[in-house]
């Protein structure tokens, strides 16, 4: 049976990037029958962010992220949609597999060596950095295999972070002679990294300072248009497929491509051909990022109305995603000899 797991940290609204590479995906995996399907809302990650985030902040995102939640598509009847910090059987696991996970295995972690902005690879990380960040991939492991995931939907940016987990789960297993954890497997969408529309070489990211870096799922249609507008590409008018000379254009062709589900490479001379010129690449991007945003907003807006139920979703969920992850710690403090 699989048992699918993923998550989402509340750092800010959901973006364009996150429904392309994971979120959308997390949709389509709930119809399949006979599973288990776990959606949470990462907060306790959240709490790695630096400068940290306020929280009257924190608490609205949490909330908002639930409304983009619902509104993209997931459903509560098929899916368990949960706070991660109300279920505590995440950190009392985390505790258990910190004591099996190696500081070299952590220190190689390029989220950690780009966040923690230490260039060269053998270059120590400043003493002022906080063992959260450091210890992330450990609650993220933790977050997997308190539900005995088998399947987890991420964008690639989390890969090396999953392979992680299944080396936890791994070490774990044979530490305490047990075959209590599946080794958890990604599940990948076509779409890759969708990067930043002002530096198409960083991924876009929900917590970087400029907001027309990104476009989040709640942005009008005129938003969309202005920050495709000012997105940077080249002074080429032509339009080609050229990640590694034109990062910028081919950004927007991923873009494209994704929300159309096509492949960008075939755009030039596929969907996109005769097309000339920035301004007209960009009007075609707008278009097509409009029609994939529009009714995830339009929904989130009208659940804008409906703070109970969605407070209500979320405290059941909570009760429910609590059962199952108790039941894991219980098979773990067997294991370990807690129990
Ligand atoms: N730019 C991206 N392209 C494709 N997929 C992406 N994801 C994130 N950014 C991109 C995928 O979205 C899911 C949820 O991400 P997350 O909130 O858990 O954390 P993140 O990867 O750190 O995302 P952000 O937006 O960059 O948040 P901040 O700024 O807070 O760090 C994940 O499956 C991720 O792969």
Request: proline share 7%.
């Amino acid at each position: 049976v699989r048992r699918i797991l993923s998550g989402i940290q509340p750092t800010g609204v959901p973006h364009l990037g996150n429904f392309l590479g994971a979120l959308r995906q997390w949709v389509q995996l709930q119809d399949q029958p006979a599973q288990t399907v776990v959606y949470s809302i990462v907060d306790l990650h959240a709490l790695t962010a630096h400068p940290p985030v306020p929280p009257a902040t924190l608490r609205d995102s949490i909330h908002n992220s639930a409304r983009v939640l619902l509104a993209l598509g997931i459903n509560p009847k098929k899916s368990i949609l949960f706070q991660q910090s109300q279920v505590p059987a995440h950190t009392q696991l985390q505790w258990v597999l910190t004591c099996v996970t190696s500081v070299g295995w952590l220190n190689r972690m390029t989220q950690w060596k780009t966040k923690a902005g230490s260039s060269p690879a053998d270059a120590a990380p400043p003493a002022a950095l906080k063992m959260g960040l450091f210890a992330y991939p450990v609650l993220q492991a933790a977050d997997i295999l308190i539900y005995r995931a088998t399947h987890v939907p991420v964008g690639e940016d989390q890969h090396q972070h999953l392979e992680l987990a299944r080396d936890i789960a791994k070490v774990f297993n044979t530490t305490y002679k047990t075959n209590l954890f599946p080794m958890p497997q990604a599940v990948s969408t076509s779409a890759k990294r969708i990067m930043s529309l002002t530096d198409p070489t960083a991924k876009m990211s929900k917590s970087h300072a400029n907001p027309k870096s990104r476009i989040d799922l709640t942005d009008s249609d005129s938003t969309i248009a202005k920050k495709v507008r000012g997105a940077v590409t080249d002074s080429d008018p032509t339009v080609t497929w050229d990640p590694d000379t034109r990062p910028g254009v081919a950004n927007l062709l991923s873009l494209y491509a994704a929300c159309r589900d096509l492949d960008p490479a075939s755009l030039p001379e596929g969907e996109l051909k005769g097309v000339v010129g920035m301004v007209n690449l960009k009007k075609k991007v707008a278009e097509c990022v409009v029609d994939t945003v529009r009714p995830v907003r339009d929904e989130y807006l009208r659940l804008g109305g409906e703070v109970g139920y969605v407070k209500a979703v979320l405290e059941e969920g909570n009760a429910r995603a609590r059962a199952e992850a108790d039941a894991t710690w219980e098979m773990v403090m067997k294991a370990v000899g807690m129990k």
